[in-house]
């Protein structure tokens, strides 16, 4: 796909990632979610190896594309 920022031909690949959660709420210690603050990408440790995030970067600006459908979120 070309990246929608500055129209280079992304790279496919995979975020190699442990625990893992995006969120509206800065969190400095745990990664457990309260009910104020919005989340997606919820992954939790990995059992033997790491996720695999499915994903696209860009190798002009860097910039990496998530679709977060799959996992985990209340953002409904
Ligand atoms: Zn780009």
Redesign the pocket.
């Known amino acids: 796909m070309k ?1 929608p ?2 129209g ?1 031909e992304m790279l496919h690949g995979y975020l190699n990632c442990g625990t893992t959660l995006w969120s509206t709420k800065k969190h400095k210690i745990s990664l457990l979610v309260d009910k104020k603050e919005k989340y997606a990408l919820q992954l939790g440790p990995p059992a033997l190896c790491p996720h695999h995030v499915e994903s696209d970067c ?1 190798p ?2 860097k ?1 990496i594309i998530i679709n977060g459908s799959d996992y985990d979120n209340n953002l409904d």
Do not use: P, Q
């Open positions: 990246c920022f500055c280079a860009c002009k600006c910039t």
